[in-house]
């Protein structure tokens, strides 16, 4: 059957319109990743990749979905022919209250990046924890289980990453955000999960602390693990995640932000010497779950690998 390809990006004019946006588009898009921005994302090359090779008729698309707009699409995904979604900043922490029923671990986190439709209801679920542990596990060869990190970034993935850690027992964790009162409350919330000494020496198992140079540096003297998972290095004006001088060569850098070329910070930890990695492989291993969650089947993961890289 031929194949006439999707737009490259749809609004929500175009869900309101739905039949008429995707007129004479084969196969039809039942899936698609919401976000604003969302030209960057590589999800739509990658599940379509993963699509095909399954011999799925459907397609992957990419919707431009404004944060005011964003409980009007997923009316409209509900009513049509949708398998499912993606959810991708700013969206993951508001879709909790806008689906109809939350599975355990997006629940936890806060946060929805995976949205199933069953009989017209919404389903929210949560991939990018295990993506990340998996990622981590694919770059580095650890386990966070043995790791003391260092998160930048409280929003939906932070959180993700943060409950991960917890989950596997990690040796110290330590938060810092922007806006110091979110970092403050998810350390709250994994108080519970992080209890008991596991490390020797003057630091805190679980702490959040102030985004300041003089704070980081005598932190990044404790750390493993440094995640990136603010927005910073998205948009090619950004200013650096971290002064190079904080970057050391006893670190891994693992940097949620991806593209398909080197982001800036990995770029700078490697020249300072760390291992380094993009989000490319959390975007694979999230994604593979998104799949599975869909179709209840195993993912491609070679095919949607080679797709990210090609
Ligand atoms: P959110 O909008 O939920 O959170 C954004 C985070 O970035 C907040 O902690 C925010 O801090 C911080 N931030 C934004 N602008 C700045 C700035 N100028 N300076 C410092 N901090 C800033 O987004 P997500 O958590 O969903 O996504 C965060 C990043 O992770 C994105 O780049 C996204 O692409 C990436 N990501 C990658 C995935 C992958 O598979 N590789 C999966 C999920 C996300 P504040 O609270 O102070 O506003």
Redesign the pocket.
């Known amino acids: 059957m031929k194949t006439r390809r999707a737009k490259e990006v749809y609004t929500l004019a175009d869900l309101r319109d739905w039949p008429k946006a995707t007129v004479e588009v084969t196969p039809p898009v039942q899936l698609g990743v919401l976000g604003d921005p969302v030209a960057h994302s590589l999800s739509p090359p990658m599940q379509n990749a993963a699509l095909d090779h399954c011999d799925l008729r459907m397609q992957y698309g990419r919707f431009h979905i404004r944060p005011n707009e964003l409980e009007d699409a997923l009316d409209l995904v509900r009513t049509l022919e949708f398998i499912g979604v993606n959810l ?3 969206h ?2 508001e879709a909790c209250s806008l689906v109809d029923e939350l599975d355990a671990d997006a629940r936890e986190i806060g946060a929805v ?1 995976t949205i199933a439709v069953r009989a017209g209801r919404l389903l929210g679920f949560n991939t ?1 924890g295990i ?1 990340f542990a998996r990622a981590v596990r694919s770059e580095f060869s650890v386990d966070l289980h043995d790791l003391r990190i260092l998160l930048l ?6 959180r993700a990453i943060a409950m991960q850690c917890a989950r596997a027992d990690c040796e110290r964790l330590v938060i810092v ?3 110091p009162g ?1 970092a403050r409350d998810l350390v709250a919330q994994l108080q519970p999960a992080l209890t008991g000494p596991r490390v020797l020496g003057p630091v805190a198992r679980l702490e959040a602390v102030p985004w300041d140079e003089r704070a980081l540096k005598f932190q990044i003297d404790h750390t493993d693990l440094v995640i990136n ?6 948009n090619p004006h ?1 200013p650096p995640v971290l002064p190079a001088t904080l970057l050391q060569p006893h670190l891994m850098v693992y940097d ?3 593209s398909r070329h080197r982001t800036p910070l990995v770029a700078a930890a490697r020249e300072a010497g760390a291992r380094a990695a993009d ?2 492989s ?2 694979l291993h ?1 994604g593979a779950c998104a799949f599975e969650i869909w179709f209840e089947r195993e993912a491609p993961l070679d095919v949607m690998r080679a797709a990210l890289t090609k």
């Open positions: 991708t900043v700013p993951k922490v990046n990018d993506g970034g409280a929003g939906g993935a932070a955000n922007r806006d979110k998972a603010t927005s910073l290095g998205l950004d949620a932000v991806y989000g490319l959390m975007l999230q």
